[in-house]
């Protein structure tokens, strides 16, 4: 399938630095109207669908889409609108807000790694390990409330050690057969304001409207920073970050839908050929219901 545009230009790549201010949160639209948007997604899906059932079928791979982004950002839509089409029993979505006491417990991997995508399965997860060098970074609260002995803690590289252990982790995945495909929904701050606000105005998305959002809004520099270097310095070819202009809900949609799109092309996903042995029980098989039909 034609892809609607080169999608490695999202693609963040390894070791090269990354200005998100100069990248775009809003790209000219990749559909001309309402109906060639859905028709499009519609497309997607479906192609997306039958390459999950190929995965499924091989039992040996599996895939781990992580999405990333400031409150509103869009990543719930987004793993809505795209993963509808599929086989609910070939993908798990785990969201990670903030972690349970006894989640605490724990190494800051153990909630993520307990959740990962078995072989041929698709494992979203909604905010990842990631908030481990984004909130944890900017909110030094967070961190303190980890109950880390204070000598790590205060080591000159800490930071840079989590971004090597998350390096790391993820080519230990990659050599297990996992590819790891990472969203960052890049929306700006007029945006996050408009959609807060409408969260606020319209009884039907009351819900969706935490008071937290506010206070993270109030550290957006930080925060930006924070993804900044978290981008840069943890997107690899094997497992890269795609920064998605996410400003038009739709677009951000269709960019992502190609990106998985791809990435399973690429996967040289085929479906299992059938032992000698199996051959010989479908013909067996076969005989059986033919007989059957003819004893009638
Ligand atoms: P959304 O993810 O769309 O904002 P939500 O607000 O309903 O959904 P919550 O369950 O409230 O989801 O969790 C999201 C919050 O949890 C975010 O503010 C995020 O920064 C925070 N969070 C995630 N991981 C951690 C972590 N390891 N430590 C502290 N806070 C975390």
Same mark, same amino acid.
């Given at each position: ?11 963040v790549a390894?070791?090269? =630095?990354v ?12 559909y #001309?109207?309402? %109906?060639?948007y859905?028709?499009?997604?519609? $497309?997607?899906r ?6 999950q ?5 091989g039992q040996?791979?599996s895939?781990?889409?992580?999405? %990333?982004?400031?409150d509103?950002a869009?990543?719930?839509?987004a793993?809505r609108?795209?993963?509808?089409g ?6 798990q979505v785990?969201?990670?807000? &903030?972690?349970s006491?006894?989640?605490l417990?724990?190494?800051?991997? *153990?909630?993520?790694?307990v +959740?990962?995508p078995r ?6 997860f909604? +905010?990842s390990?990631?908030?481990?060098v984004?909130?944890? +970074?900017?909110?030094p609260?967070v961190?303190?409330g980890q109950?880390l002995? #204070?000598s790590?803690? %205060?080591?000159?590289?800490f *930071?840079?050690d989590r971004y $090597?252990?998350? &390096?790391?982790?993820? =080519?230990?995945?990659?050599r297990?057969?996992?590819k ?5 929904l890049?929306l700006s ?13 319209d009884?039907?998305k009351?819900w969706?409207? &935490? ?6 809004r109030?550290h ?8 900044q270097?978290c981008?840069e310095?943890?997107? #690899? ?6 920064i998605?202009p996410a400003d038009d809900? +739709?677009?951000?949609?269709?960019v992502?839908s ?6 399973m092309?690429?996967?040289?996903l ?20 033919q007989?059957?039909a003819?004893?009638?």
């Amino acid at each position: 399938m034609k892809l609607d545009c080169p999608i490695s230009q999202f693609r963040v790549a390894a070791d090269k =630095s990354v200005k998100l201010k100069k990248t775009a949160t809003k790209i000219d639209p990749l559909y #001309t109207s309402d %109906q060639d948007y859905e028709s499009k997604l519609a $497309n997607y899906r479906e192609e997306i669908a039958h390459w999950q059932s190929v995965l499924f079928a091989g039992q040996q791979q599996s895939l781990l889409l992580i999405f %990333q982004g400031m409150d509103s950002a869009g990543k719930g839509g987004a793993i809505r609108h795209v993963m509808s089409g599929i086989n609910p029993q070939g993908c798990q979505v785990h969201s990670f807000g &903030r972690p349970s006491e006894e989640e605490l417990a724990h190494d800051y991997l *153990w909630r993520c790694l307990v +959740r990962l995508p078995r072989r041929g399965m698709i494992g979203i997860f909604d +905010r990842s390990y990631y908030e481990e060098v984004l909130v944890v +970074r900017v909110k030094p609260e967070v961190l303190a409330g980890q109950s880390l002995p #204070t000598s790590l803690v %205060q080591q000159k590289n800490f *930071w840079k050690d989590r971004y $090597n252990d998350i &390096r790391h982790h993820e =080519s230990y995945l990659h050599r297990n057969g996992t590819k790891i495909v990472k969203f960052f929904l890049h929306l700006s701050a007029d945006e996050q304001r408009k959609r807060l606000l409408a969260r606020i105005d319209d009884p039907g998305k009351n819900w969706k409207f &935490r008071l937290g959002d506010l206070d993270c809004r109030s550290h957006w520099a930080g925060f930006q920073k924070a993804y900044q270097e978290c981008l840069e310095q943890t997107s #690899t070819a094997e497992s890269p970050w795609y920064i998605v202009p996410a400003d038009d809900k +739709r677009n951000a949609r269709l960019v992502v839908s190609q990106v998985i799109l791809q990435t399973m092309q690429k996967m040289d996903l085929k479906f299992p050929t059938a032992s000698s042995g199996l051959v010989q029980d479908l013909a067996t098989a076969r005989k059986l219901l033919q007989d059957e039909a003819a004893a009638h």
